[in-house]
T-cell receptor, first 114, second 112 residues
Framework: SQQGEEDPQALSIQEGENATMNCSYK?????LQWYRQNSGRGLVHLIL?????REKHSGRLRVTLDTSKKSSSLLITASRAADTASYFC??????????????FGKGTHLIIQP | SQTIHQWPATLVQPVGSPLSLECTVE??????LYWYRQAAGRGLQLLFY??????ISSEVPQNLSASRPQDRQFILSSKKLLLSDSGFYLC???????????FGDGTRLSIL
């Protein structure tokens, strides 16, 4: 079943503007991760935020996590054409045998207009 | 540094034919390995994961199977492909289950 849901599904902005994407999830998590996927390629890990963290930065990326609302946001500042991609949030599933793979949302398709 | 190789990049197969996709990881030992499928415009669906040689866990019932014959080799197979098996297949590895995953470039599988 789908755990994370990104919002919006698509976002188009001008180069230099900031882009904000949101993610909601359903169950308790150990951590939440954001990934980028360029068209036709594999996913690239961007940032991991633990359940006891509220905010994390990496270069032009800023991620927030609100466990009470089961939501996270990814902010890309000063966007560039190269940021055009799909962005996914992912959470870790747990089973009786230990942690399993990641559960991904459907992603936000970000287009940066030059 | 660690690298992950996945091949082939694209594959066109007739319905009912067998399938074998291979994934290998270099530069690390005893990685967790994963197979995902991505339908057009959708997120990734976890198909199989493995924490060691010969240890395979399946997330969803399907027409596919996976094997891990060596520490850093993960194979996705099918005896008879269905039209619904079309999609973008991605292999990934991680050091631990809740740590970042590193993906290959994927195989685009089209079933005719």
């Amino acid at each position: 079943s789908q755990q994370g849901e990104e919002d919006p599904q698509a976002l188009s902005i001008q180069e230099g503007e900031n882009a904000t994407m949101n993610c909601s999830y359903k169950t308790s998590i150990n951590n939440l991760q954001w990934y980028r996927q360029n068209s036709g390629r594999g996913l690239v890990h961007l940032i991991l935020i633990r359940s006891n963290e509220r905010e994390k930065h990496s270069g032009r990326l800023r991620v927030t996590l609100d466990t009470s609302k089961k939501s996270s946001s990814l902010l890309i500042t000063a966007s560039r054409a190269a940021d055009t991609a799909s962005y996914f949030c992912a959470t870790v599933l747990y089973s009786g045998g230990g942690a399993d793979g990641l559960t991904f949302g459907k992603g936000t398709h970000l287009i940066i207009q030059p | 540094s660690q690298t992950i190789h996945q091949w082939p990049a694209t594959l066109v197969q007739p319905v009912g034919s067998p399938l074998s996709l291979e994934c290998t990881v270099e530069g690390t030992s005893n990685p967790n390995l994963y197979w995902y499928r991505q339908a057009a415009g959708r997120g990734l669906q976890l198909l199989f994961y493995s924490v060691g040689i010969g240890q395979i866990s399946s997330e969803v019932p399907q027409n596919l199977s996976a094997s891990r014959p060596q520490d850093r080799q993960f194979i996705l197979s099918s005896k008879k492909l269905l039209l619904s098996d079309s999609g973008f297949y991605l292999c990934a590895w991680s050091v631990y289950s809740n740590q970042p995953q590193h993906f290959g470039d994927g195989t685009r599988l089209s079933i005719l």
